[in-house]
């Protein structure tokens, strides 16, 4: 843990991990700071690349992507990395990927409407290898 990072400041983060559209008057009312204060601390925790980022909780559903998949992708050979990673970097409907170790290669979490277009990506991969699928029935937080 970075010595520069103390108790209020990791209050802080957990309240905005909860809701980052606190206002730091409203985040300084909980650890007993003013919101100019507030405000330091987090700029301070950007400055650290603690805060990377914020982001949006958003309903894929509503907007008619609601089949997610898993897929565990075995390359046909180890000079395929970069042309694998060529291609996912174009496809809008692969959300998440991760280079992993044991069975596979890579894991990736991917979105899409419907299961003709979920084939339509199964089919794209093939050039770099053989997939795994498993389709996700239900999220739990």
Known sequence: MNETIDDTDLRILQILIQDAKR????????VH???????ARVRKLQDLGVIEGYTVKWNP???????????TVFLNSGDRH?????????????????RISGEGCYLM????????QL??????????GNYRMNLSLHVEK
């Open 33 to 39: 700071l003013t919101g100019q204060a507030v405000g």
């Open 109 to 116: 979490r991917v979105r899409t409407g419907t299961t003709e």
């Open 23 to 30: 206002s730091h008057k409203d985040v300084g009312e909980d």
């Open 82 to 98: 970069a042309a694998f990673r060529a291609f996912i970097a174009t496809r809008e409907d692969i959300v998440e990927v991760h």
């Open 119 to 128: 084939n339509q990506l199964l089919e794209a991969l093939l050039p770099y």
């Open 61 to 71: 559903e509503r907007l008619g992507l609601g089949l997610q998949a898993f897929v």
